[in-house]
């Protein structure tokens, strides 16, 4: 069973960027099946697409962030990374890491997420 | 790129059917899957159909998907409402580009 956890500093200040990994475990980030994703949520609002990569180091990221969006993966470790850089307030948000199955873009694993707040 | 629209809000009973829709506002619905995910209180969004009409082992049968190609929507359709199908629901797509796409989400109340 395959399992995705986030971690990460829980606040970070404006301006600043933003660090968060994420951890597989009960399988190999190398498989050829999946991108390897990033998604936040808002307080009480609705999912946003952040970004994949894919082992080979390929990435697809949301050209609103794009600016900003650094993402990486460490096979060896089997983890990857997003940086967020300048962030402010409007960053705030639930961050998921997820499993992207290729074939259909289906998110079909979930991380727990992780609360980001910035703030001074 | 384009957006995926859904209702802020559904009701119903139980014991009843409900249909959310999630229409796609440019390219054809029918040229990439859709999928539909719930999502309860603090929790993580969970699959309920892939690829337009496949449901996850595990997921009833309660649950089926749908696309329409005439109004460019796709649709999901929770029949014999339960309480804990109270959640939100989200819509989910791509492009060419690879470009991922969620709705803003449906909260569904069953009252």
């Known amino acids: 069973q395959v399992q995705l956890q986030e971690s990460g500093p829980g606040l970070v200040k404006p301006s600043q960027t933003l660090s968060l990994t994420c951890t597989v475990s009960?399988?190999?980030?190398?498989?050829?099946?999946?991108?390897w994703s990033w998604i936040r949520q808002h307080p009480g609002k609705g999912l946003e697409w952040i970004g994949y990569?894919?082992?080979?180091?390929?990435?697809y990221d949301n050209p609103s962030l794009t600016s900003r969006v650094t993402i990486s993966i460490d096979t060896s470790k089997n983890q990857f990374s997003l940086k967020l850089s300048s962030v402010t307030a409007a960053d705030t948000a639930v961050y998921y890491c997820?499993?992207?199955?290729?074939?259909?873009?289906?998110?079909?694993?979930w991380g727990r997420g992780t609360l980001v707040t910035v703030s001074s | 790129n384009f957006m995926l629209t859904q209702p802020h809000s559904v009701s119903e009973s139980p014991g009843k059917t409900v249909t959310i829709s999630c229409t796609r506002s440019?390219?054809?619905?029918?040229?990439?899957?859709v999928q539909w995910y719930q999502q309860r209180p603090g929790s993580s969004p969970t699959t309920v159909i892939y690829e337009d009409n496949h449901r996850p082992s595990g997921v009833p049968d309660r649950f089926s998907g749908s696309i329409d190609s005439s109004s460019n929507s796709a649709s999901l359709t929770i029949s014999g409402l339960k309480t804990e199908d109270e959640a939100d629901y989200y819509c989910q797509s791509y492009d060419s580009d690879n470009q991922v796409v969620f709705g803003g989400g449906t909260k569904l109340t069953v009252l």
């Open positions: 997820a499993r992207m199955w290729i074939a259909a873009h289906q998110f079909d694993n």
């Open positions: 009960g399988g190999s980030i190398s498989s050829g099946s999946y991108y």
């Open positions: 990569i894919y082992s080979s180091g390929s990435i």
């Open positions: 440019s390219g054809s619905i029918a040229t990439n899957f």
